[in-house]
Structure formats: C-alpha cells, structure tokens
C-alpha cells in the first residue's frame, strides 16, 4: 500500500468514527445507503477487474512497445491511442515502457498519446460508467478524452 | 425469472465469465496468466473500495449539502473548478473509484462540470505517478503533460456542462418513486405479475403492487412493464426529496 492509500484510510476511519459520536442514527442510515449503491457497483467492478486480466493477456506489454515504436508517427498515434483507452496497464509499468522507447529515439507523439489515453479514457469501465452517469455522459466524457489525449500529445511534440 | 433478473443485473460480470470459460477451453495458459494479471487490480480494489465506502459514508453524514453546493454546485464558479481538481488529485485508486464518490457528490448538489474535473483529474494526476512519471520520462516531460491534461480537463468539464444536464443522468437515490396500479384500470390479466413477481402480485382478480422499485435496480424493468400493460393501468412517477 502506497502512503497516499494509507493516510486514506486513516481519514476515512477517524472522520467515521466522528460521524458516528456525532450521529449514530444518521451515520448508519448513510452506510445503508451507501451499500446498496455501491452493492450494485461491486459486481461490475469485479467483472472489469478480471476483463482487464484478459486484456492484458492479449494485448501484452510487448505488443504496446511495437506499436508505440512504429515509424509511422500519425497513425501509431492514434493506435496507440486507442491501446491506451482498451487497456490498463498499471502506472509503474507504463512509464519505463514509453521512456525506453523515448531513449532509444522513437517519437514521443504516441508515447503521450498513450499514456494519457491509458489513465483517461476507460472502455473497460465504460459500462458501470455507463450505468451510473448515463450514457451521454460517459459518451461525451471519454470521447471528449480520447480527442484532448491526441491534441496532448501534438502539443507536446512540438514543445519539446 | 429469478435467475434473468439476477443475470440481467450482473450482465458484465457474466459476459466476462464466459469469456474465461472461451478461453479457458482453447487455451488454459491463457486463462491463467488473465487470472494472475487480474491479481494486482483485485488486491488495490480490496485496498481501495472499503476507503471509498467510509468516505462516501462521511459524506453524507457529515457534510451538510449547502456545503457541497457553494464548493461544487453550479455557481461555484472557477473556485469550485479548483476545489474540484484538488479533491481529484489527492485520491487514491483506480477511476471506478472515484463513481461512488462522485455519485455522493452529484446527490448532494455538485454541478456535472465539476464531477468531470473530479473523475478525469482522479483518473490522471496522482502525485506518486507524477513522481514516477518524472523519474522515467524526465521532470520536463511531466510538467508540460501535466499542464496540458489540466487545461484539457478544464476545457472538458466546460464543453460537458453545456453538454449534458441533470436530467440526462440517471435519477437516483434522491428522487422519490411511486408506483401504482390503478384498479379500475386494470383487467387482471397477470402479465406485470408474471414480468415483475417481485414487485406486482395478483389480488381479487386485481394486480397491485406489492414493493416500492428500487431505483437503481429495478427502474428499467418497471417501466418495461408499464409499456406492456394492455390497459396502461399502471402509473409511476417520480420527484424530487424535499431534503
């Protein structure tokens, strides 16, 4: 568990136990409802977690590398774009992957396409996203996304 | 029909199951080694999502909604664009996280373009990853993609909200649903009962309701059911909680 996650959890059990000097009756009513809104979330969740396993299986680091490195810039950006938005690869994997392609020469355009893609644009959770905002919402939000994540990355190529 | 509710429920979940049992036949390595990529989020999920109950707990115990309002709601202007960005950026956890939070949030008056700033900035901009980030791709790198994503979030949660209003969100918890079958209506012929046992139920020749619907769960279903009803006997509508 990283730091971050930890003071998390320390915030969140004072602040309940404050909530529950404070209110019993309230702070119980609350967890009901909370329950039951994230019961409802919980087996999505779930199925996103093993559906990102599958991804990774194929479509594996390795495949990510060649695509991110093709020589064709414009249209490795938007594969690797649209890698990105399929998969979730976690952070601490991402980052060495790209900067070994940036030293060995390749185009950062894809490279940022990538990485903002990956975190931004969620296809995997697009269903409970989906459910629990709309779908014009979650429609708008992640093809909004998809299309700021290639603008990102053009920018970035011409600064540096 | 108990076990199509509980299927319809958990489509996802389903659908991915089958996707293993697939690739469990043609290729048990396969399978496997999805299993074992799956292990990682498992184990943040198992970190993150009993953090997210509490805090959605406190939330809404503890923090009054004018509160929520004049941080997040419509007219907090680019203050609440900002309070919004840094509650993003100190989360912790994957996106999925950040709905519970956020759905809290909306229920409690936060304003759709500040949910956006909220789920992108949660989903993008967090400090160990700037670190990290820095550290592979150099300190440069990160500062310019960093500013970039902030105004591209910005200007999303900008276009978003001309967008998409409240009522193209799924009604939630907030609204209270009423549900009922006007008995000079009705024929009796039983198909709401046979679509909706759990919620319709056949009394003196009569369908009457026997369960207020659950909104997140069952809103779809009852409304399909409203459509078949041959004599459009049944009424349902929802409002806003005075709370």
Known sequence: MDIFTIVFWVVAIVLTIVSLLRNKKKTFAAMKKSKGMMGNMLSDIVAIIFLIGLVLTFIPPETIKSVLGSANTLMSTVVSALVGSITLIPAFVAFPLVGSLVDAGASIIPGVAFLTTLTMVGVVTFPLEKKEFGAKFALTRNVLSFGFAIIIALTMGVIL | ?243
């Not at chain 2, 958990?10 to 659908?15: E, H, I, R, W």
């Not at chain 2, 496997?32 to 999502?49: A, D, K, P, T, W």
């Not at chain 2, 109950?53 to 115990?61: A, G, H, P, R």
């Not at chain 2, 007219?75 to 950040?98: D, V």
């Open chain 2, 1 to 243: 029909m108990k076990t199509v509710s509980m299927i319809k429920k958990n489509k996802l979940l389903v659908l991915v199951a089958l996707a293993y049992v697939v690739v469990l036949t043609i290729s048990p390595e396969k399978a496997m080694s999805s299993v074992e990529n799956s292990l990682y989020y498992l184990i943040e999920m198992l970190q993150v999502l009993p953090v997210i109950f509490l805090l959605t707990v406190v939330l809404e115990s503890l923090v009054p909604k004018e509160v929520i309002m004049r941080g997040f709601g419509e007219k907090s202007g680019f203050k609440g664009n900002l309070l919004a960005l840094l509650l993003g950026s100190i989360s912790a956890g994957p996106i999925y996280a950040a709905f519970p939070i956020s759905k809290t949030l909306l229920g409690k008056g936060a304003s759709i373009s500040n949910i956006v700033i909220i789920l992108s900035t949660w989903a993008v901009v967090k400090v160990p990853m700037l670190a990290n980030e820095a550290k592979f791709l150099g300190v440069n790198f990160m500062v310019i993609r960093w500013v970039l994503t902030v105004i591209a979030i910005f200007a999303m949660a900008y276009i978003t909200g001309k967008f998409i209003k409240k009522k193209d969100l799924p009604a939630d918890a907030n609204k209270h649903m009423t549900l009922e079958i006007r008995a000079d209506y009705c024929i009796g012929c039983g198909l709401c009962v046979k679509m909706l046992p759990e919620y319709y139920e056949m009394n003196n020749n009569k369908a009457v309701v026997c369960r207020s619907p659950d909104p997140k769960e069952a809103l779809d279903l009852v409304k399909e059911s409203i459509i078949k009803c041959p004599s459009q006997a049944i009424v349902f509508s929802e409002e806003e909680k005075a709370s």
